[in-house]
């Protein structure tokens, strides 16, 4: 969130959160696509882009996590 923020300013307290629990890598990655986001977010509104309608409805369930047995739900 706070990459989306204008100014776009990162706390070392955020940097070193995240270094607990992603690679190098895996931040820059999570970066790339944060910005990206962003940047077509920014673009459609400039340009009155509103949704097409193809996901209407629909959604992605998110994973169910293991409870204490170790078994979903």
Known sequence: MALTRTPANVSDELFAAL???FSERQIVELTAAIAWEN???????????EAAGFSHGKFCPLPERPNSSGQPG
């Open 19 to 21: 270094r607990k629990d």
């Open 39 to 49: 940047y077509r977010a920014r673009f459609n509104r400039t340009f009155g882009v």
